[in-house]
């Protein structure tokens, strides 16, 4: 190794000794995801209702080619089903979004949750209340681009554009 390299080698090195972290105290600092991050798979609610928007069609289920997706139904009042229980198996959870592509009525979308690490086996399986929970917050908006097109954007908790 010449002279020259060991001296660009530590001009290197200096260079990011002068530079701030790009790192962070992780869990007590968080990033903010990217916007089509996938996380978890979860259940939305209508954002003026509260109300769960599922019907219990079952597509997703369908749809999942990991059998992650499980799910009982009884029918409703105005929407002709809505599931008893629903199921997400986490560790199987592929993250490919055909759940989400499936669902007929926007129900089932991408969440930015991440953290999946569990102690107990039971807690890997995500029931409708905790599907539900990770889901409120998550709405879709019809938005105009710089083209003029109206187009509809998926809004997560930790976005910028807050409703
Ligand atoms: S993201 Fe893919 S693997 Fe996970 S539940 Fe949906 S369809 Fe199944
Ligand atoms: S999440 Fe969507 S596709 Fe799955 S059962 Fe509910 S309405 Fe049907």
């Avoid at 992650?68 to 959870?93: D, F, L, W």
């Avoid at 499936?102 to 905790?130: G, W």
């Avoid at 539900?132 to 908790?157: A, C, F, N």
Wanted: a negative charge; charged letters at 25%; proline letters at 7%.
């Amino acid at each position: 190794m010449s002279l020259y390299d060991r001296f660009k080698g530590f001009y290197v090195t200096l260079g990011e000794f002068f530079r701030p972290p790009t790192t962070v105290q992780y869990p007590h600092v968080k990033r903010r995801n990217p916007h089509r991050f996938r996380g978890l798979p979860v259940l939305v609610t209508d954002p003026e209702t509260g109300e769960e928007k599922c019907t219990a069609c079952g597509l997703c289920a369908t749809a999942c080619p990991n059998n992650v997706i499980n799910m009982t139904s009884e029918p409703h009042a105005t929407k002709g089903r809505h599931p008893v229980t629903y199921t997400i198996q986490a560790p199987r959870c592929l993250f490919c979004g055909l759940c989400v592509e499936a669902c007929p009525v926007k129900a089932i979308q991408m969440s930015h949750h991440f953290e999946l690490a569990a102690t107990n086996r039971d807690d890997l399986l995500y029931d409708k209340e905790r599907l539900l929970d990770l889901g409120r917050g998550i709405y879709d908006e019809i938005e105009q681009t710089s083209d003029g097109e109206w187009v509809e954007v998926t809004r997560y908790p930790d976005d910028e554009v807050t409703r």
